[in-house]
């Protein structure tokens, strides 16, 4: 790919976009720091949005088992409030299933990281050592709960 760019006068039709700029600021951001997370939060959302609905129409069944609709107009009223609760339920629960999901992402990402930048790790050793670490932590979350 060429880029046209203006270096001290110069006019080169030839740089390459690999070639920084004295004046430009370069990120290099390793596609796993986004990748994962991102993953995480599209797969926690649809399991989090599955769960979450059974668990509302579960819910919402239970709470009006004792009185159903006699009339069409009721079970008009009886089932628009119950897809509306689903669909509360829903959101609420692919918020927190995505929000679990990315945190461990995240984490094995983090100590993944952390352990290449420390190095003396086989790269073998990195992806155990950063699924016990994400692993262990996931199992301090739930035991607190």
């Not at 030839?14 to 991102?38: C, E, M, Q, W």
């Not at 989090?48 to 159903?68: K, M, T």
């Not at 990281?113 to 086989?122: A, D, F, M, T, Y």
Request: proline share 5%.
């Amino acid at each position: 790919m060429t880029v046209t760019s203006v270096r001290d006068g110069s006019n080169d039709e030839h740089d390459d976009i690999n070639t920084p700029s004295k004046s430009a600021i370069h990120l290099n951001i390793p596609p796993r720091f986004y990748l994962v997370p991102g993953a995480a939060i599209i797969v926690g959302s649809a399991i989090g949005l599955v769960r979450g609905s059974q668990r509302a129409s579960l819910r919402f069944l239970a709470e009006n088992a004792h009185r159903p609709p006699t009339t069409v107009q009721g079970w008009y009223f009886y089932n628009k409030t119950k897809n509306y609760k689903l669909l509360f339920g829903g959101a609420k629960g692919a918020g927190v299933e995505a929000s679990k999901l990315t945190l461990v992402a995240l984490g094995w990402v983090g100590i993944e990281e952390g352990l290449q930048r420390v190095g003396g790790v086989p790269l073998a050793m990195e992806d155990n050592s950063a699924d016990t670490g994400s692993g262990t932590n996931n199992g301090k979350q739930h035991e607190d709960a």
